[in-house]
């Protein structure tokens, strides 16, 4: 072989392997890049509890708030019974009720008839003695029993003593002097009653009627 020819084949040579370079080039431009690997796959156990942590919460929420649905409802429909409901009879009387009740209680003289009233009666009470069995507490009554359909109004409340209201019950065939029968007596004189208001007032306050020398 001639140098010549030599020469010629190196050429050739060199040239091919050149563009076998520039087609593998060409071949990776074109080739997209390789997918991400895919995420690993998730435990069942963590996805089971996160779906049911969430169910959980779901359903506490949902039972939270109908429960306080509920309260809402039934708290509204108690309060509308109360405002809109002309006929509600409470079983104790209101506390206004009482305090006109008091009020309308014959006055015990020399006294202040805020501290001290006369019952139905004519027993001596103390007003800050109620519910007790004692001779000068006493209830705030029924005249008609409520059992019976009375109302716990004013025109159907009276100041009575304790003891009496206790024996009389609900019961409406007791004569008044049947009433006085069954009252509890007691001997109290003004120094007790001072006592007594000091011991619940602090101070001894007498009425318009005492009589006697007035500081002025």
């Known amino acids: 072989m001639s140098e010549t020819e030599t020469k010629v084949d190196e050429e050739m040579s060199s040239s091919s392997f050149a563009s076998i370079k520039d087609e593998r080039r060409r071949r990776r431009s074109r080739t997209p890049p390789p997918p991400p690997p895919p995420p690993p796959p998730s435990s069942p156990l963590r996805d089971r509890s996160k779906t049911t942590s969430s169910k959980l919460s779901r359903s506490s929420s949902a039972t939270s708030h109908s429960a306080s649905t509920t309260l809402i409802d039934t708290t509204s429909s108690q309060f509308e019974d109360l405002t809109l409901n002309p006929n509600y009879n409470p079983r104790s009387f209101p506390y206004t009720v009482k305090q006109r009740c008091w009020d309308k209680a014959d006055k ?104 006697g020398c007035r500081i002025q």
């Open 108 to 211: 015990v003289k020399g006294r202040d008839p805020e501290r001290w009233r006369r019952d139905a009666i004519g027993n001596i009470v103390f007003r800050k003695l109620v519910g007790c069995p004692g001779c000068l507490c006493h209830d705030y009554d029924h005249i008609l029993p409520y059992s019976k359909g009375g109302e716990s109004t004013l025109e159907n409340c009276q100041v009575l003593q304790a003891t009496v209201n206790r024996s009389k019950g609900n019961r409406t065939d007791m004569s008044k002097a049947e009433l006085i029968q069954r009252s509890r007596y007691c001997k109290v004189s003004d120094r007790d009653m001072d006592l007594l208001e000091i011991s619940a007032y602090g101070t001894v306050q007498r009425g318009p009627d005492s009589g």
